[in-house]
């Protein structure tokens, strides 16, 4: 039976260990690293070995720093008493790159998901509790909460839970706009999205 | 303007390098590594590290192997008057998998394309030229040379010219069979490919 040398068989398993990376992907990367001359696969090794290396979780909002509070957080020109519910830190990334946005950020690590073993204490959302309590001890009350967890059932059904948990508070609790998207094209479009588009219609 | 820690950054960068990885895909990747807690990343990128560790090109055919000469062009149960010319390691892996060939490989490491400077210098032509030599003056004739290149155009041209310069040893000079793939339905193949399956119909 014909067989790869070991590194390259042990480097093409691990690879598959990724989402989205099956045995012909793998393969075919492998080889690719295997021929760029420019020691990309060291470099590339290197880079992920170190990847965790000062990166700490923000002690406010869970997102990515390298201190122990991130610079959103630790920012005097943000609005504190707004306050975005997101699913993962992507979320931050992309609702940042549209600088639609002067608030803070509340990253709860993935949704609500009883299949797969995934329930409250799992996510962020004691953490949220808390965070809302203590900004109203300290005066600096947080007039809007913005569940901006993705538009999936397991999104929906996240941002559902926290603002029956977020009720006894009494805050103005909001949900991101639903409906076309840029560049949408009727015809194309599901009924549900066209649904809450014609609900939510707002005056020219 | 908001970032993401260097180290993650760095990392979103050179999984950018890999082919058909863009900025969304290397984000997706960096923080499934980051969250997964198994130190998949540290396991990959040790892997990647020692990719070539242990791993040379065998003087033969220059296939993959840990030694000197593959296990392939070391077998003595070989056919050695079988010489099949593929582009890549890959294809070897392909066609051995098949169990439907038992001569020897030769691999070009790639294919000639003039327009990204990839002459037939660039290719092992020279050394499949000399290896057909010296396999002659041993006495072990080749019968017959199978060029087993893709069947794009960059592949079809780099057949062609190998047959051309293989005509003065005067051997026998074959190409794969060109036809209809295992479930293809005619209606959805395109014109190439059904003129050529007609042209090399065989008897029922």
Do not use: W
Not at 64 to 77: F, G, P
Not at 88 to 98: R, S
């Amino acid at each position: 039976m014909f067989s790869l040398p070991k590194s390259i068989e042990t480097l093409i398993a691990e690879l598959q260990r990724l989402p989205g990376v099956g045995p012909k992907t793998a393969s075919r990367l492998a080889f690719y690293l295997l021929r760029s001359g420019q020691n990309l696969h060291e470099s590339l090794g290197n880079a992920l070995i170190n990847m965790k290396n000062g990166v700490n979780y923000c002690q406010e909002c869970f997102g990515l720093t390298e201190n122990n509070v991130c610079l959103i957080c630790s920012d005097n020109l943000r609005q504190k008493n707004l306050l975005c519910v997101v699913e993962e830190v992507l979320d931050v990334v992309a609702i940042e790159e549209t600088h639609a946005f002067k608030g803070l950020y509340h990253v709860l690590h993935g949704f609500l998901s009883p299949l797969d073993g995934i329930g409250p204490s799992d996510l962020k959302i004691n953490e949220l509790k808390e965070r809302i309590m203590k900004k109203n001890a300290d005066g600096e009350n947080i007039s809007e909460i913005i569940l901006a967890t993705n538009a999936s059932v397991e999104g929906e059904a996240t941002a559902n839970f926290i603002s029956q948990i977020l009720k006894p508070f009494n805050l103005k609790t909001t949900r991101l706009a639903r409906g076309i998207p840029t560049g949408g094209n009727l015809e194309y479009i599901d009924k549900l999205t066209l649904q809450r588009a014609m609900e939510g219609r707002g005056e020219f």
